[in-house]
């Protein structure tokens, strides 16, 4: 499955230019590992950092202008870093499988003379065979919706300078769309549409347990939602066909939170879809409306994990709120042994400030943003701080180190 090795983003928000891992122009730095953990004190961007993954795919899912529109960010100027004229920038840096070569992406995004936004560039590109130096050789390059596409799988694979003749110009019609979007759908652009898929594929996790205490209607869904309002259906869905891996999933939650003993669908006389548990003490169940947050999200986290087709790239936004901190060790492990780098498994990016969780991370999977004097953020990888590094080799756990100011700038 495809892996995210690194990731830029210039002047959105407090994130004036923030980089993780490795980029195509700095090489210098180790990849992002396939559990990537970003930790920082409230203010410092991390909540930035997330929605800047979910910018980059609503970009994908509606166009740049509604994106930038969602209630959440407030229009293009609300989203630029305060003081700046540039635009918006972000860079991808990821391998489509272990030992391919790796692809980059960047998307530029600024305002037009009526003040709305648009694509301003857009590039995807990959270094021939042999190439060690120098730009990646483009898939696509846009500016302002005016450029030129290669199709083929093969087409960069052309000998010297000279370029391969399966390119083809192109003109997009509406410059608040993604190329991707509209070329990724082409039979001829096999690479775009890897890329389109890889991109429309990631999952962000904006889930809240009172949408899991809804009630939907009846029928199987094979994949949770971002808000987690259709967990009874996807409950059904394993219930049918993934009956060991919901076996599975019951009982670990059973091992982390006493009492619970199943967990099942009733479907009401209307059709919709009740969610059961089970403690054993009772004769009668209790439901989803009665079931504590920490309970539906542990649930909803054990089945997005055990999803027997997993989405690529998971983000999940402070996933101790709500949680019992003796459950953030079993948590954080949970996540590790999904994200695993291999065929098939997802990569998983979390933001959190909970020392708890952060115990029982290693330094190289954890990123500290900090908020400088200037009000820009800043990020460093914490197996790069040397005497952090030597602590934990002492035994030192991660979480307590962090509470005790040693991730802190000196």
């Known amino acids: 499955m495809a892996l995210i090795e690194g990731f830029r983003v210039q002047n959105y928000r407090a994130l004036r230019d923030v980089t993780l891992g490795k980029l195509s122009t700095q090489q210098g730095g180790e990849p992002l590992t396939p559990f990537t953990v970003v930790i920082g004190k409230n203010g410092s961007g991390k909540s930035t ?38 635009p918006i920038h972000f860079e991808i840096y990821y391998r489509e499988a272990k030992g391919e070569r790796p692809i980059t992406y960047e998307l530029v995004i ?65 410059l608040r769309q993604l190329g991707i979007a509209t070329l990724g759908t082409l039979k001829e652009h096999p690479r775009i549409k890897r890329f389109r898929d890889f991109l429309k594929g990631w999952f962000l996790s904006y889930f809240h347990p009172d949408a899991a205490r809804s009630m939907p209607s009846a029928g199987a869904q094979r994949h949770l939602n971002s808000h987690g309002d259709n967990i009874g259906n996807v409950v059904q869905y394993m219930e049918r066909e993934h009956k060991e891996r ?68 998971i983000c999940i936004e402070e ?15 949970e996540l590790r042994r999904h994200a695993t780098g291999r065929k098939n498994a997802p990569q998983i990016f979390v933001t959190t400030h909970q020392p708890y969780f952060v115990d029982a991370l290693s330094a190289d999977e954890v990123w500290i943003l900090e908020k400088g004097s200037d009000g820009y ?34």
Request: aromatic share 10%; charged share 25%.
């Open 246 to 313: 919901f076996q599975s999933i019951l009982d670990r939650i059973a091992s982390k939170i006493p009492g619970i003993r199943s967990i099942k669908t009733d479907v009401t006389l209307d059709k919709r879809v009740l969610l059961q548990f089970n403690d054993g003490a009772f004769d009668d169940p209790f439901y989803a409306g009665q079931m504590s947050d920490g309970t539906l999200k542990i649930f909803a986290y054990l089945l997005l994990m055990e999803d027997p087709d997993p989405p690529p790239f």
């Open 319 to 333: 996933p101790e709120n709500g949680l019992y901190h003796r459950l953030l060790d079993s948590l954080a492990h």
């Open 110 to 174: 600024d305002i037009d003379n009526s003040g709305r936004p648009y694509v301003q560039s857009e590039f995807l590109g990959q270094r021939r065979k042999g190439q060690r130096f120098g730009r990646p050789y483009p898939f696509l390059r846009l500016t302002r919706g005016i450029g030129t596409a290669w199709a083929g799988d093969a087409a960069i694979e052309g000998e010297g300078d000279e370029e391969p003749n399966t390119k083809m110009a192109v003109e997009l019609t509406d």
């Open 49 to 86: 950092l997330f929605d800047a993954f979910g910018f980059v795919a609503d970009c994908l899912s509606t166009d740049v202008e509604t994106a930038c529109d969602a209630k959440q960010r407030g229009g293009f100027e609300r989203m630029r870093s305060l003081g700046v004229t540039d």
């Open 377 to 410: 953020s800043t990020v460093r990888r914490v197996s790069d701080m040397e005497i952090v590094k030597n602590l934990v080799a002492e035994g030192l756990p991660l979480g307590g180190l962090w509470y005790s100011d040693y991730l802190d700038a000196r």
